[in-house]
C-alpha cells in the first residue's frame, strides 16, 4: 500500500524559503517517479505537477513558474523526497501533496500521470 505523508509547511513572507519534506514507504519508492502538486485556495488541485522526479536516473522537471526556484530532491536512504523552494511568491500558495508515478518525470509532472492515495497534504501560505 501506498503511503505518503507530506510535512513542512508553513507561512512565510514573499522571498522566504521553506522545505517540504514527504516520508515515503520504501515500496512506494519503488515507482518510476515522485513528485509535487498543489491546490491553490477555491481552486481544484493543478492537473499538472510541479516538480517531478524519475526514479532511475533523477531527471527532474519543473513547472515554469517555479524553475529557478524550487528543487527537487531524494533522500533514499530515509525514503524521503524534498521540494525546497525559494523565493517564494504569494501565487505559490496552496497545499502542497506528494504522489507517485507509473511514469516518468515528464508524464507525470506535464501530464498529470500518477497513481497512488492522495494525502492530506501540507499548507503553504505565503504572505506579508
Known amino acids: 500500500q501506498v503511503q505518503l505523508v507530506e510535512s513542512g509547511g508553513g507561512l512565510v513572507q514573499p522571498g522566504g524559503s521553506l522545505r517540504l519534506s514527504c516520508t515515503a514507504s520504501a515500496f512506494t519508492l519503488n515507482y518510476t517517479a515522485i513528485g509535487w502538486f498543489r491546490q491553490a485556495p477555491g481552486e481544484d488541485r493543478d492537473r499538472k505537477g510541479v516538480?517531478?522526479?524519475?526514479?532511475?536516473?533523477?531527471?527532474?522537471y519543473y513547472v515554469d513558474s517555479v524553475k529557478g526556484r524550487f528543487t527537487i530532491s531524494r533522500d533514499n536512504a530515509k525514503n524521503m523526497v524534498y521540494l525546497q523552494m525559494n523565493s517564494l511568491k504569494p501565487e505559490d500558495t496552496a497545499v502542497y501533496y506528494c504522489?507517485?508515478?507509473?511514469?516518468?518525470?515528464?508524464?507525470?509532472?506535464?501530464?498529470?500521470?500518477?497513481?497512488?492515495?492522495w494525502g492530506q497534504g501540507t499548507q503553504v501560505t505565503v504572505s506579508a
Open positions: 516538480s517531478c522526479m524519475t526514479h532511475w536516473d533523477g531527471s527532474t
Open positions: 504522489i507517485t508515478s507509473p511514469g516518468t518525470a515528464q508524464l507525470m509532472c506535464n501530464m498529470g500521470l500518477v497513481f497512488g492515495h
